[in-house]
C-alpha cells in the first residue's frame, strides 16, 4: 500500500480491545469496521501499528480499516503513527465511535469539532494536534441514573440493539459514500432525521 494523496482513505473505529468488551455499546466502531471488512471483502486481522489493520478498494481508492488495539483512551498515537507512515492528509481521515449525546440508533457525520467528552477521540485530537478531521457517531443513549462508565462498558439491551444494528448498517454505507464522494456529500445524505433516507 502506498500513499498517494486522494487516493487513500484511512477509516478508524473506535473500541476497546478483548472479548470482554466485544459486544459492548463502547465499541460499536469496531463492528462497523467488521462490517466494512466483510462489505471490501477483507479482514481486519493484520497486527501493525498497535492496530488491526485490514486493507482493501472502494471506488478507485484504497481503504486502510484500523481498530486501535490499545485501551479507548490511548487510540490517538494509533492514528498518528499510521497518518504519518502513509503521509495521508487530514481530509483522508474518518473516525468511527460511539455517542451518549445521540439517542440509540442516530448517526451524526461532522467535518470537525471537539470531543464531546470521548475520551478517545479526545486522545486522537490531542495526538494529532487539531479537531479538522471527520468523523461519524453513532447514538448509544444516555446513561440515565448508571455511572457512564458502566454504561458504555456494558451490552445493549435487547430493545436497542435492533437500532443500532441498523446504525451499523447504515454508518458503513456513509463511510463508503465518504470514500467515493466526500464528506459533504456523505452528511447531506445521511446527517438526516429520517431512517429511510
Given amino acids: 500500500f502506498e500513499a498517494m494523496a486522494g487516493y487513500m482513505k484511512i477509516v478508524v473505529g473506535l473500541g476497546n480491545p478483548g ?15 467488521d462490517t466494512l471488512a466483510e462489505a471490501l471483502k477483507t ?36 492514528v498518528a503513527t499510521v497518518m504519518g507512515f502513509y503521509k495521508a492528509g487530514l481530509n483522508d481521515l474518518l473516525i468511527v465511535l460511539d455517542d451518549m449525546a445521540l439517542e440509540p440508533g442516530r448517526i451524526r457525520i461532522r467535518a470537525k469539532g471537539s ?25 448509544i443513549g444516555q446513561s440515565g441514573k448508571e455511572d457512564a462508565v458502566d454504561f458504555v462498558l456494558d451490552k445493549p439491551a435487547k ?5 443500532l444494528g441498523e ?31
Fill in 43 to 78: 479482514d481486519v486481522r493484520k497486527r501493525k501499528f498497535g492496530a488491526r489493520v485490514g486493507f482493501g478498494e472502494f471506488a478507485d481508492k484504497k481503504v486502510i480499516l484500523l481498530k486501535p488495539w490499545q485501551y479507548m483512551n490511548r487510540s490517538g498515537q494509533v
Fill in 115 to 139: 470531543s464531546g467528552g470521548h475520551k478517545g477521540l479526545a486522545d486522537i485530537i490531542e495526538k494529532l494536534g487539531t479537531e479538522s478531521f471527520s468523523r461519524l457517531r453513532i447514538g
Fill in 19 to 33: 472479548d470482554k468488551y466485544a459486544d459492548t455499546r463502547h465499541n460499536v466502531g469496531f463492528k462497523v469496521i
Fill in 159 to 163: 430493545t436497542e440493539r435492533l437500532a
Fill in 167 to 197: 446504525a451499523i448498517e447504515r454508518s458503513q454505507e456513509a463511510v463508503l459514500c465518504w470514500v467515493e464522494q466526500g464528506i459533504e456529500a456523505a452528511m447531506n445524505k445521511y446527517n438526516t432525521d429520517k431512517k429511510e433516507n
